[in-house]
């Protein structure tokens, strides 16, 4: 019986120049230099039957603690898998998640806390067939309650959580489809001034999310492409206010295309559109997209001016160009703006949100270290202030610029001998 155990860490400090980060910068605000740092530590451990994960934390930016600060680790991963039968596994515990190009599930590396779930996880996996499926379950509470408590409405979090994804791989793995339905339920808040907290639970209200995904990607064909789909319906916990009956049910939609083109074994063109939905001034429904526990950052530019959708729906319309070279990397995209309907801030006129430009370089320096810096610059217009909330401000150049460091060694791996 094989047994195996490793040891890995993980060094990485993040300078960033904010002129611009997520909103421009008005001249009588000065550009921030921040520098924001993250370490890990984890355990591996995998056998015939189980495996198992522990990953400690620790995130700060530098100069938020003093010289001698009582900053405690926090656990990212902490997880078990039990192989039920040779295709069947169960995971329990504290684990990240990400499918399908970190539209809906992400780790969301980029960040220095990432993001996990306490949940479990059934994993039905077939590699010959080319098939998988996945089902999630996850109930959530603010403390050790003996009577269902108040779940904080600050949190935005999930009561309970439920999803289905199923994945199929056909034509030798060329052709990749997957379909997901997630079921979020969240907590029901009355406002109840009858009592000392001043609120009380009253139920629960759902939010779903469904949707496919279709890849073509084959190395011998100098084309690949990318459709994803997605609806949500019920209701969104960015609208549910103190009387339920009040909210307008939720019917949204997300649509995205890409298509990338080898040049030669050096380069790379692609480009592509994410539509996001929003809400029209005549809408009876909530038609704004909610992204969910998705990456900001890998989607809609790197300047993330757009993390928060605005309520009319956003469209991104981009193309790159990507380079490598051995261990050199570099890629520039430019993205263009709009919004899905005319916008409805005042200081708004029409749907154009500007446009950004990013550029990125990753070098591997050695197998365990990496450098990558970018820089991005948006072109905001009289639209993008209005909704930025610096209309009619004199504003800096919005740019924003990074370099970071990463350090992944292997500390220590042991594996037992088989027996003969």
């Not at 499918?99 to 220095?112: E, G, P, Q, S, V």
């Not at 994993?123 to 080319?130: H, N």
């Not at 401000?393 to 088989?418: E, M, N």
Request: with cysteine; proline share 4%; glycine share 8%.
């Amino acid at each position: 019986m094989s047994q195996d155990f490793s040891l890995d860490a993980e060094f990485r400090p993040r300078a960033e120049l904010r002129s611009g980060f997520q909103k421009p910068l008005t001249t009588a605000q000065h550009p921030n230099m921040i520098v924001l740092n993250r370490t890990r530590l984890g355990a591996s451990y995998s056998g015939e039957r189980l495996k198992a994960r522990l990953t400690l934390q620790d995130s700060r930016i530098w100069g938020a603690t003093d010289l001698a600060p009582a900053v405690p680790l926090r656990v990212f991963e902490a997880w078990a898998q039990l192989m039920l039968a040779q295709r069947l596994s169960l995971t329990v515990g504290r684990q990240g998640l990400a499918y399908d190009y970190n539209r809906l599930f992400a780790i969301c590396n980029w960040t220095i806390d990432g993001k996990s779930h306490d949940l479990a996880l059934l994993r039905f996996a077939d590699a010959d067939l080319g098939f998988r499926a996945d089902l999630g379950l996850a109930v959530n509470n603010p403390n050790d309650a003996l009577a269902r408590p108040l779940y904080n409405d600050a949190l935005k979090l999930y009561r309970h959580l439920e999803f289905l994804r199923v994945e199929q791989q056909l034509f030798d793995k060329k052709l990749k489809t997957s379909a997901m339905f997630l079921s979020e339920g969240f907590q029901k808040i009355v406002v109840d001034t009858a009592i000392a907290a001043g609120k009380r639970v009253d139920g629960a209200y759902g939010r779903y999310t469904m949707g496919a995904n279709v890849e073509l990607r084959d190395k011998d064909l100098p084309v690949n492409a990318l459709i994803t789909a997605y609806y949500q319906f019920g209701r969104s916990p960015n609208t549910m206010m103190s009387n339920p009956a009040s909210q307008r049910e939720l019917g949204a939609y997300l649509l995205a295309a890409k298509v990338g083109c080898s040049l030669g074994s050096a380069f790379g063109l692609h480009v592509g559109a994410d539509l996001y939905s929003g809400t029209s001034a005549t809408a009876e429904a909530d038609n704004t997209w909610n992204k969910l526990y998705g990456s900001n950052h890998s989607h809609n530019g790197n300047i993330e001016y757009w993390r928060s959708l605005p309520q009319e729906g956003l469209l991104d319309v981009f193309a790159g160009l990507s380079a490598k070279h051995e261990r050199l990397g570099a890629d520039v995209v430019f993205h263009l703006f709009r919004s899905q309907h005319e916008l409805r801030t005042p200081g708004c006129v029409g749907s154009d949100l500007g446009s950004e430009l990013d550029l990125t370089v990753q070098f591997k320096l050695v197998p365990d270290v990496t450098i990558e810096g970018g820089w991005s610059t948006y072109l905001c217009n009289d639209n993008t202030m209005a909704i930025k909330g610096v209309a009619g401000q004199s504003t800096r150049f919005a740019h924003w610029a990074y370099v970071s460091l990463t350090i992944k060694p292997q500390l220590f791996s042991y594996k037992a001998p088989q027996a003969d």
